[in-house]
């Protein structure tokens, strides 16, 4: 099984800031690695897929990048809504998988 | 607008049994790859199992294999859990989401609760 490991776990920024969260595969991936946002008591919600590419009506501030066994999530500018656990999943193989979250607070 | 609801969750014993079923609208449901992700108390996210659009190709996680089937009716726009042998670590929100080939979970229903205790 491919592992996927988020870092940090937990993060606490300000509003403003930039914010990195990467996520590491255990094997190579290619490009098949997809970002969710969850909030308390929300389904989660589809961010990135394809390492980068934006899903409809997600805002522009958010972004992704990588390839293979190491990526990123980018957060430009956070804002207080922004407020969430953010999971990464890998589609190259099954089964699939998710990393273990980044909590995100706004400071 | 596209529309996924959970229900068959509760409150089992042990060794017990459930299934769960998720109504689809809004969307071509008969076109589309569905999946079962869980969500279990204190820990992230797991998926369990999916199916194809006709039903001919399932595929499950390990741990669930030989105790979970993963079912669909497209006549009536439904996905099924049949979830048998229950254990306390299935004890999890259990979320239906349709699959976008190589794109992941795009929508998501709002998850039916099952616990497993004695």
């Known amino acids: 099984d491919i592992q996927l490991t988020q870092s940090p776990s937990f993060l606490s920024a300000s509003v403003g800031d930039r914010v990195t969260i990467t996520c590491r595969a255990s094997?190579?991936?290619?490009?098949?690695l997809t970002w969710y946002q969850r909030k308390p008591g929300k389904a989660p919600k589809l961010l990135i897929h394809?390492?980068?590419t934006l899903q409809s009506g997600v805002p522009s501030r958010f972004s992704g990048s990588g390839s293979g066994t190491e990526f990123t999530l980018t957060i430009n500018s956070l804002q207080p809504d922004d407020c969430a656990t953010y999971y990464c999943?890998?589609?190259?193989?099954?089964?699939?998988?998710f990393g273990g979250g980044t909590n995100v607070e706004i400071k | 607008e596209v529309q996924l609801v959970e229900s068959g969750g509760g409150l089992v014993q042990p060794g017990g049994s459930l299934r769960l079923s998720c109504a689809g609208s809004g969307f071509p449901f008969s076109r589309v790859w569905m999946s079962w992700v869980r969500q279990t108390p204190g820990k992230g996210l797991e998926w369990v199992a999916n199916?194809?659009?006709?039903?001919?190709?399932?595929y499950y996680v390990d741990s669930v294999k030989g105790r979970f089937t993963i079912s669909r009716d497209n006549a009536k726009n439904s996905l099924y859990l049949q979830i048998n042998s229950l254990r306390a670590e299935d004890t999890a929100v259990y979320y239906c989401?349709?699959?976008?080939?190589?794109?992941?979970?795009?929508?998501w229903g709002q998850g039916t609760l099952v616990t497993v205790s004695s």
């Open positions: 989401a349709t699959e976008g080939w190589l794109v992941g979970f795009d929508f």
């Open positions: 094997q190579g991936i290619r490009t098949y």
């Open positions: 394809g390492a980068s």
């Open positions: 999943q890998q589609l190259n193989s099954y089964p699939l998988t």
């Open positions: 199916i194809n659009q006709d039903g001919s190709e399932k």
